[in-house]
């Protein structure tokens, strides 16, 4: 089945710096990749998801990039703010219809430090 | 607009006692269902999907069960809780692969 690694478990940067969460899949054949934001205590929430036909997606302050030839997409975060710490989760999609294929990485800690 | 409800909120329960869980959405019909399980440093579980009543897919054996006696109504399931029973848990809605998250359940079995 697929495997799903990310990192760093836990990253830290000054308020106002960039961040970048990077994951890794095992299985070729997943074509759907979204990122889930959860704030201490709450739900995760999607924030933005890419499809293996782009390279690239943007929305604001957050970017997604593929790199199907290696079998990895990072997270891109950038003119961070307090509002932006949280735990962050990768995963990867071999299903072509629900979520039930979705693999989740096991997440990734930001901090944004004042 | 379509909203997910989920409780209780915090649960504590002895070892070997029940487990019942609900989930209901509002707001769609025949939503694909989710249960998962969040536990520290190790990410989002799937426990069991619903593609529609009394239809119940289990992704990983376990102590526990789930039901879908209602279009709209997904319920997490135990006999007799084991410690290793204890985490967060998630009841989820698909729209095609994205997930729409209730606001999960903190399960500290003692």
């Known amino acids: 089945g697929e495997n799903v690694e990310q990192h760093p478990s836990t990253l830290s940067v000054q308020e106002g710096d960039s961040a970048v969460i990077k994951c890794t899949y095992s299985?070729?054949?997943?074509?759907?990749f979204p990122w889930y934001k959860q704030e201490l205590g709450k739900r995760p929430q999607l924030i933005i998801d890419?499809?293996?036909?782009?390279g690239e997606k943007k929305d604001q302050r957050i970017a997604v990039t593929l790199n199907k030839t290696a079998k990895h997409f990072s997270l891109h975060i950038t003119e961070t703010q307090p509002e932006d710490s949280a735990v962050y989760f990768c995963?990867?999609?071999?299903?072509?219809?629900?979520?039930?294929?979705?693999?989740f990485g096991k997440g990734t800690h930001l901090i944004i430090q004042p | 607009s379509q909203t997910i409800h989920q409780w209780p909120a915090t649960l504590v329960q002895p070892v070997g006692s029940p487990l019942s869980l609900e989930c209901t959405v509002e707001?769609?019909?025949?939503?694909?269902l989710y249960w998962y399980r969040q536990a520290a440093g190790r990410g989002l579980q799937l426990l069991f999907y619903?593609?529609?009543?009394?239809?119940i897919s289990s992704e990983v054996p376990q102590n526990l069960s789930a039901s879908r006696p209602q279009d709209r109504q997904f319920i997490l399931s135990s006999k007799k809780l084991l410690l290793s029973d204890s985490g967060f848990y998630l009841c989820?809605?698909?729209?095609?692969?994205?997930?729409?998250f209730g606001s999960g359940t903190q399960l500290s079995v003692l």
């Open positions: 619903s593609v529609g009543i009394g239809q």
């Open positions: 890419i499809r293996s036909n782009v």
């Open positions: 995963a990867a999609s071999t299903s072509g219809g629900g979520a039930d294929g979705l693999t």
């Open positions: 299985d070729s054949a997943s074509n759907y």
């Open positions: 989820a809605w698909g729209l095609g692969e994205k997930l729409f």
């Open positions: 707001g769609t019909s025949n939503p694909n």
